[in-house]
């Protein structure tokens, strides 16, 4: 089946640097790919759409350059967390599908930021 | 508005016996999908099931079947024989065509299955 990776699964950092979470398509090219943000007891909320080779489209009141998105190939898109602040702190997590309206959206296992 | 509803915030259901999982959704998009992922205290989101607008019978995966109800616009989820494993965090979610294909998840229902 179709394997989503994402790497770290958990960071701690301190406030004011910047943190990047990798996310791959192991088995399949992935033109669109998708992140998340979910705080705790909460459910998953879309933060961005990253696109191949173009810019992404973030989602209403997520700022563009706080989180960083590139996507630079078929199998892999990063999320940057510039100039981190605790209220940043939370569950990442991407996702992406093989091609096919009917196929599921595959996650990766999620990044937990902890900024300090 | 609201596009996924989940009404019930935590469920407790004996092990081995059904229970079911309610989500209702809105959307004027003819063309839609809907899923249920269920997700574990490690946070891993996993697909259960899915269900298309345009499908005609009511989509089952192993102990896992939906409950399609076009009409209403329900597309509750129904698992038999509970087993402690099922104990996680459940969410339905949809995908609009118009929308770019998105995934838009429900608030999630938490299931604890007791022995």
């Known amino acids: 089946g179709a394997v989503v990776s994402q790497h770290p699964s958990r960071v701690i950092c301190k406030s004011g640097t910047s943190v990047k979470i990798e996310c791959r398509s192991l088995?399949?090219?992935?033109?669109?790919m998708f992140w998340y943000r979910q705080f705790p007891k909460q459910s998953l909320m879309l933060m961005a759409t990253?696109?191949?080779?173009?810019?992404?489209?973030?989602e209403q009141g997520v700022e563009k350059d706080k989180f960083l998105i590139n996507h630079a190939s078929l199998t892999l898109s990063t999320l940057t967390v510039t100039s981190a602040h605790p209220e940043d702190s939370s569950f990442y997590i991407c996702?992406?599908?093989?091609?096919?309206?009917?196929?599921?959206?595959?996650f990766g296992n999620g990044t937990r930021l902890t900024v300090t | 508005a609201q596009k996924i509803t989940q009404t019930q915030p935590g469920m407790f259901v004996q092990e081995k016996e059904a229970v079911t999982l309610d989500c209702t959704y809105d959307?004027?998009?003819?063309?839609?999908?809907l899923f249920w992922y269920k997700q574990p205290s490690s946070g891993e989101m996993i697909f259960l099931i899915y269900?298309?607008?345009?499908?005609?019978q009511n989509a089952t995966e192993g102990r896992y079947s939906l409950n399609f109800q076009k009409a209403r616009k329900s597309a509750n989820l129904v698992i038999s024989a509970s087993q402690l494993g099922d104990s996680a965090m459940y969410f339905c979610?949809?995908?609009?065509?118009?929308?770019?294909?998105?995934?838009?998840f429900g608030g999630g229902t938490r299931v604890l299955v007791k022995p």
């Open positions: 996702s992406a599908r093989p091609q096919g309206d009917n196929s599921p959206l595959h």
């Open positions: 088995d399949f090219q992935a033109t669109t």
């Open positions: 959307t004027s998009d003819p063309s839609y999908g």
């Open positions: 979610a949809m995908r609009e065509r118009a929308a770019g294909n998105k995934l838009t």
């Open positions: 990253s696109n191949e080779g173009s810019k992404a489209t973030y």
């Open positions: 269900q298309g607008s345009y499908d005609q």
